[in-house]
């Protein structure tokens, strides 16, 4: 998948690209509202190209579309805090009592 993500941002600017591994936001030049635009097309790209090469015999749709989400939403590995996945299909992230989301810390660059 992250080989996948790397593919999906070749074709842009090195500081789009730093920032899309990273997941953080460019340094500058790029609104806020157009990197998080940027970065939902990317994961829907992502989802496209991944779920052309999965192999179907070995993960079910709803193992995969839970891998998505927690890579998305839950462990930040694919677009950082910019990334939303509500056009995913899957389990909604566990939470605690008092409504935190339960999961890693964001991935590091």
């Known amino acids: 998948l992250v080989d996948y993500w790397r593919y999906i941002f070749e074709a ?5 690209r730093i920032a899309a591994a990273c997941g953080t936001s460019p340094a500058r030049g790029f609104p ?5 635009a940027h970065v939902g097309e990317a994961v829907g790209a992502l989802r ?12 079910s749709a709803s193992t995969y579309d839970r891998v998505i989400w927690d890579l998305v939403e839950i462990y930040h590995v694919f677009g950082g805090v910019n990334a939303s996945s509500a056009g995913l299909r899957g389990p909604m992230p566990p939470r605690s009592s008092d409504g935190a989301l339960i999961g890693a810390p964001a991935y590091v660059c």
Request: net charge positive; hydrophobic share 40%.
């Open 12 to 16: 842009d600017p090195p500081s789009l």
């Open 32 to 36: 806020p509202a157009a990197w998080r």
């Open 48 to 59: 496209q190209v991944a779920d052309a090469r999965r192999m179907r015999e070995l993960y």
